[in-house]
């Protein structure tokens, strides 16, 4: 992950949330990635792991371990950055 890179929502701040964190730190990983080399293997790459994020803000939304608003602001944040 780019250590001088400084995020809205750090992938600390959701190890209790069931794999969240870990996801969210390799999607930072990606999105560092791609912005270092824009080609389509990197984008491919970033856009397939934003679908799995997606969704698992989605499930720990509705298990409860993310509040509802909170869950649509982390998407729309990380949906940013994928079409930057």
């Known amino acids: 992950m780019n250590q001088s890179a400084i995020y809205k929502y750090e992938p600390e701040e959701f190890r209790g949330v069931l794999g969240l964190g870990d996801e969210l ?15 389509k293997t990197n984008k491919f790459a970033l856009l397939e792991h934003w679908e799995n994020i997606f969704f698992t803000i989605k499930h720990r939304e ?11 602001e982390l998407r729309n944040y990380l949906e940013e950055m994928v079409y930057d």
């Open 62 to 72: 509705l298990e409860g371990y993310l509040d509802s608003s909170f869950a649509t």
């Open 25 to 39: 730190k390799r999607f930072y990983i990606l999105h560092g990635e791609y912005s270092q080399d824009k080609t």
